[in-house]
C-alpha cells in the first residue's frame, strides 16, 4: 500500500524515523509520500528521502502556516525544484484554507497561483489543501488545465468531487470514510470512481475511528483501506491494487 500524504517530519515520527518506517513497512505500507508545509520543513523531507528508499517527498507552503510565509519564498521553491532532487515527486502541500484565522484569502490565492505556475514549469502533480475553499479552488484550477495532482483530504459531497475529477485530480481518502457518522463523505466515496481514489492517512493527523486522540500512524492505512473496501463492497485486495496503481501514475513512483 501508498500513504500518498503522512507529515513524516513531525512528531512522532521526527525522533526514531527508522522504527516508523519498519512499522509501516511491516503493516503492509510500502510507500509513504511526505509533503512539506513551509520553506524549513523542505531540507527535512528532502533527507528522509535520501535516506529511506522507501519514502517520497512533496515541497510546498501550506496556506495554514500563511503567517510564516515570504513572497521570496516563492523564488526558493522555484530554485529547489530546479535542482530536481532526488526523490522529490510532487509540489505540495499548498492550497486554500479560509478556516483559519487571518486567512487573507488574496494573498493565498496569490501563493497558490505562484506554486501551481511552478507546477506546470517542472511537470510535477499538486498536493493540494482545501478547507471552505472549494468554489475558489476550482476556479483557479480552471486556469491550470494541465495540471494534475491529488485532493489530500476529501470530505466533500459527490458533486465537489466529481469536479476535481472532472479536471484530472485524485482524491485522496483518509480516516474520515472510517466514522459511521460522516455520512456525506461516505456516500459520496462509495460513489465516486475507485480509479480516481487514493489512500491517505495525514499521519499524525486525521485519526482514525477507534484511535480518537492519538497520533494517527501510517501503519494503520489498512484500517483505511479496510472501511473503503466496504463502503465500495468489494474485496481489500481491489482496493489496494486499484490505489496503488493510481498514485503510482500521479506521482510517477517507482514501486
Same mark, same amino acid.
Given at each position: ?5 503522512? =507529515? ?23 510507500? $509513504? ?9 523542505? !531540507? ?24 510564516? =510565509? ?6 526558493? &521553491?522555484?530554485?529547489? /525544484? ?13 492550497? $486554500? ?40 479552488? $476550482? ?7 494541465? /495540471? ?13 468531487? &466529481? ?6 485530480? &485524485? $482524491? !485522496? ?52 483501506? =479496510? ?25 510517477? /513512483?517507482?514501486?
Amino acid at each position: 500500500m501508498i500513504d500518498t500524504h503522512c =507529515h513524516f517530519d513531525f512528531p512522532p515520527f521526527a525522533d526514531h524515523p527508522e522504527d516508523w518506517v519498519r512499522r509501516s513497512v511491516a503493516a503492509g505500507v510500502n510507500n $509513504l509520500v511526505v509533503p512539506a508545509v513551509a520553506t524549513e520543513n523542505w !531540507g527535512r523531507v528532502a533527507a528522509l528521502a535520501e535516506t529511506f528508499p522507501e519514502i517520497s517527498y512533496a515541497v510546498g507552503l501550506h496556506p495554514v502556516w500563511m503567517a510564516s =510565509h515570504q513572497d521570496e519564498d516563492i523564488v526558493k &521553491l522555484d530554485a529547489f /525544484l530546479a535542482d530536481a532532487p532526488k526523490g522529490l515527486v510532487a509540489v505540495g502541500e499548498c492550497g $486554500l484554507d479560509f478556516a483559519i484565522e487571518n486567512a487573507n484569502p488574496e494573498r493565498q490565492k496569490w501563493l497558490l497561483n505562484e506554486q501551481l505556475k511552478l507546477a506546470v514549469k517542472y511537470q510535477l502533480p499538486v498536493i493540494l489543501h482545501s478547507r471552505k475553499s472549494h468554489n475558489e479552488l $476550482l476556479q483557479i484550477l480552471n486556469g491550470f488545465p494541465t /495540471l494534475k495532482g491529488v485532493l489530500h483530504a476529501f470530505s466533500g459531497s459527490e458533486q465537489i468531487g &466529481l469536479e476535481y475529477i472532472k479536471r484530472g485530480f &485524485l $482524491l !485522496g481518502i483518509g480516516g474520515t470514510i472510517t466514522y459511521e457518522r460522516a455520512n456525506k463523505t461516505r456516500n459520496a466515496v462509495k460513489n465516486l470512481p475507485l480509479s480516481s481514489l487514493v489512500l491517505e492517512t495525514d499521519a499524525p493527523d486525521m485519526p482514525i475511528f477507534g484511535f480518537q486522540g492519538e497520533p494517527n500512524l501510517p501503519e494503520r492505512l489498512p484500517l483505511i483501506a =479496510h472501511a473503503l473496501a466496504t463502503l465500495k463492497e468489494v474485496d481489500v485486495g481491489e482496493i489496494v491494487h486499484a490505489t496503488k496503481q493510481n498514485s503510482t501514475a500521479c506521482f510517477a /513512483l517507482n514501486v
